[in-house]
């Protein structure tokens, strides 16, 4: 589109006002107020497109002018009030020169596309140019709060319900036309949760029958976990994850690197997991896995056919493996080292930091580096954090946090809250946020956590505010469902488990920022010959 107004017009104004919602912490704070209030999430500009006839030029003059950070809603009114006019010369107008890609601003860093793609351009074709073999969007329900909930008992009986409803209404609709079966449907939304595919099935008559042995524990935000019902029928779409967690294997031994998707307004996150992962586990998950699975059973015919008997495959390529050992002559180099390395030079802050413009548009591509101890640097680093990321359950609470209550042994959660302190702002004592205190609940208080564990963000959050944001007790408004994270808690056989999860994510985090901060330093320049290809 930007390339097609640039051939359209002569010269083109843009008046940034920001005020992006679908940001958080400081960068929802730099984005400032929303011009139209609560009625928008997104960014909004004014944009003048002018033509004119008598000047003949190839592409249009672009002009930027950028509002600025921390500003409210207010004080953004008051500025467009008096500039007035894109004529004002307080305007500051910066020209923008366009890239190849069509970018105005954040532009593209050239030497990102000399890099190796994650992604393959074919899905498990053995020739891809690219570290894996297939990738996957994470699952997404389109029903979360009948599909996802604290309590396996609770999703069990949601689905069987909801299940059941379906059943009565595809038995009432038999008597219609399936060309006249969707007008008829009933969608009273504390019964069901219609959406395309499942308004396909009831208009088909299509049977749906609950499965227990599809309960899945799934990570649904960073360090969240949630048990999911992943299903082929009530999911509107699982991609391709059953490839990767087969619908009908209960467990499988295997891990993936999830990573923000293109076109993402947060900045770029990546999250490990030995289970399945949502669409919003970091913001339009892209999984990339260290194994998928062929159903062997479907290419078997006869006697010799069985159900779920699966061969296991690498996800990191051939090609990448080979590229690995050639430039570093290293026999001992594994796929499995490839893909830890993955994960620790996506944590690098000089790659995010080079690229930022690059991963908001794009998936990652990323280099070998030079030098074979920086590989090995990487891929340790990666396995460090995948242990910390994966088992963070289980990791050992901070040494010098300070927990005092839990004598009365009442472990419930209704909504944990930061601390509060007394700080002059503007020559006059206020009460500010102090997030070295957490309040659990009514008698139970966490207190010295350091500051360093706020540094680990993930998905637009430092993982501590994850915990903070989701382990509370939420009711859906549409189906009226609750789901109270007390039920995980109880149902894992660990009063305690909310508070223990707080405790390890602050060392999680700790350690988190302990092994980016140690992690091999990169320099990139605009140069093909340092193509990995």
Known sequence: MRKSLEKEFTSIHIFNLRGNTRTSGEVARREGGQIFGSGSRTPISITILVKNPERQIEKADIYYHDIGDYLKREDKLGTIAEFKTIANERMSWQKLVPNEHGDWINLRNGVF???????????????????????????????????YNSSEIALVSNIQSSLQFYKDEVKRLSNYAPSDRRALINYD????????????????????APNKNHIRKSVYRPFVKQFTYYD??????????????????????NRVIAVTGAGSAKEFSTLMSNGIVGLDTVDKTQVFPLYYYEDRSSKQQGLFASAGEYKQYDGVSDYIFNQARDRYVDNRIEKEDIFYYVYGLLHSPDYRREFANDLKKMLPRLPLVDKLEDFWGFSEAGRKLAKLHVGYEEVDPYEGVKVSGTQHANYHVEKLKFGKKKEEVDGKEKS???KSIIHYNTQITIENIPEKAYEYVVNGKSAIEWILDRYQIKTDKASGIVNDPNDWAKEVNNPRYILDLLLSVINVSVQTVDIVNGLPKLTFENNDEKSTD
């Open 232 to 253: 082929k029928d009530l999911n509107e779409r699982t991609y391709q994850l059953p490839a990767i967690y087969p619908i009908d294997v209960k467990q499988v031994d």
């Open 432 to 434: 500010v946020t102090d």
């Open 189 to 208: 939304a504390t019964k069901i949760s219609w959406t395309e595919s499942v308004l396909n099935s009831v208009a088909k008559g299509r049977p749906i």
């Open 113 to 147: 596309d000399t890099f190796v793609p994650l992604e393959p351009q074919k899905k498990y074709a053995s020739n891809n140019r690219s570290f894996f073999t297939v990738n996957s969007n994470g699952l997404k329900t389109q029903r979360d709060a009948w599909c």
